[in-house]
Structure formats: structure tokens, C-alpha cells
């Protein structure tokens, strides 16, 4: 069965202090994983997409890697504004796409 | 360009009465998805539409029900509420199917009584 595990599942961390939020799946035949921000109340925030193992997103503090059974979502120097909810999803065939129960991140000042 | 909008913003319902949510995706994006986010179950999907096809489903019962028009924009249904159907229920629309990034609505926030 297609799985993604997410964690931790919560984070706090100071503001500049560097952390990663790991995205493990288990799914035949991979075609992306992709990595979304929710904010409370709102939808998911689309962030990255990576496709082959050793690929690289970077996106202002944000950088995200995968291998073959995971990704990680390394935060640098973060700040408040950072703050959220961090969704990994890969999609499957027949059910679109699966999301992992994220990562809730608190950045305190 | 405009986002994807959903109407309305909150609805509260009850049991037993049914409901139904729309969706109006990104200018030119005609693949529309729905998923419900519960805090227990997180986001799960319910069903893909493209060029007005169903063309996944996910695993809920055959109460959730959806459309979508000539103009792309999607429908959902959900007949004889209960009590769990109470949730977030987002709607996400991509240029087309398959592996690509989607982008979602505020949501639909559902609270049956």
C-alpha cells in the first residue's frame, strides 16, 4: 500500500536556529514528490516538486531533497513567518495523490 | 491571475441534510480535485475531475459526489450528513492530470450538527 510518513510531527525551533523535516514514502514507481505549506484556516501552499533522487528545490530559507525512500525539507536560519504547517504528498495511481499528516513547525522569536 | 475560489467559506449543517460546495479553479486549469482534511485523518482524497470526467476516486462512501462543467469549474455533493463528515474540504485545480503541482482553495469549512 502507498504510504508517506511525515517527521516529527511537531517542531519548535528558535528563530535562526536550522533545522530538517523529514517526508518518507513507500510507493511503486515514484513520479514527484511534492511539498506544500498550510497556514491555519487556509489551503495547502504549493512549494516544490522533486522528481529523481539527488534533485534540489531552494525557495528563500526553504531547501528540498530526495532520495530514493525520502525527502527532506531543510529550513535555514528560519524566522516566525515560517511558521506552519509542512505537507509532503506523492501521487499514486487510481487515487491521486496521497498526503503525509505533515509537520506542524513553531518558530519563536 | 485570480486563485481557486470555493463558496461558501462555512456551512453549518444537519444530520441527514445534504450539502453542496463549489469551486471555481485557476483560469485555464481543467483538472479540479477535492480532499477532505480532518485533524484525525489529515488530508484524504475524495475525487479528481478533468474535462468534466470522473477520473479517480478515492475511498469514501457513495454519499460524496462531485461534477464539473464545461467551464471547469466542480461541484461537490454530500447527501444524508452525519456527525464525521465535518471538515475542511478543500478543493485543488492543475492545468491537467497526472503528476503536477496543484493549487488549492481556502476550503469549505463543514460542521454538521
Known amino acids: 500500500e502507498d504510504q508517506v510518513t511525515q517527521s516529527p510531527e511537531a517542531l519548535r525551533l528558535q528563530e535562526g536556529e536550522s533545522s530538517s523535516l523529514n517526508c518518507s514514502y513507500t510507493?511503486?514507481?515514484?513520479?514527484?514528490l511534492f511539498w506544500y505549506r498550510q497556514d491555519p484556516g487556509k489551503g495547502p501552499e504549493f512549494l516544490f516538486t522533486?522528481?529523481?533522487a539527488g534533485e534540489e528545490k531552494e525557495k528563500e530559507r526553504l531547501k528540498a531533497t530526495l532520495t530514493k525512500k525520502e525527502s527532506f525539507l531543510h529550513i535555514t536560519a528560519p524566522k516566525p513567518e515560517d511558521s506552519a504547517t509542512y505537507l509532503c504528498?506523492?501521487?499514486?495511481?487510481?487515487?491521486?495523490?496521497?498526503f503525509g499528516p505533515g509537520t506542524r513547525l513553531s518558530v519563536l522569536p | 491571475k485570480a486563485g481557486v475560489t470555493q463558496t461558501p467559506r462555512y456551512l453549518i449543517k444537519t444530520r441527514g441534510q445534504q450539502v453542496t460546495l463549489s469551486c471555481s479553479p485557476i483560469?485555464?486549469?481543467?483538472?479540479v480535485s477535492w480532499y477532505q482534511q480532518t485533524p484525525g485523518q489529515g488530508l484524504q482524497f475524495l475525487f479528481e475531475y478533468f474535462s468534466e470526467t470522473q477520473r479517480n476516486k478515492g475511498n469514501f462512501p457513495g454519499r460524496f459526489s462531485g461534477r464539473q462543467f464545461s467551464n471547469s469549474r466542480s461541484e461537490m455533493n454530500v447527501s444524508t450528513l452525519e456527525l464525521g463528515d465535518s471538515a475542511l474540504y478543500l478543493c485543488?485545480?492543475?492545468?491537467?492530470?497526472?503528476?503536477?503541482?496543484?493549487?488549492f482553495g481556502p476550503g469549505t469549512r463543514l460542521t454538521v450538527t
Open positions: 510507493v511503486s514507481g515514484l513520479r514527484g
Open positions: 485543488a485545480s492543475s492545468i491537467g492530470t497526472g503528476s503536477r503541482e496543484q493549487y
Open positions: 504528498a506523492v501521487p499514486t495511481h487510481g487515487q491521486n495523490f496521497v
Open positions: 522533486l522528481y529523481s
Open positions: 483560469s485555464g486549469h481543467r483538472s
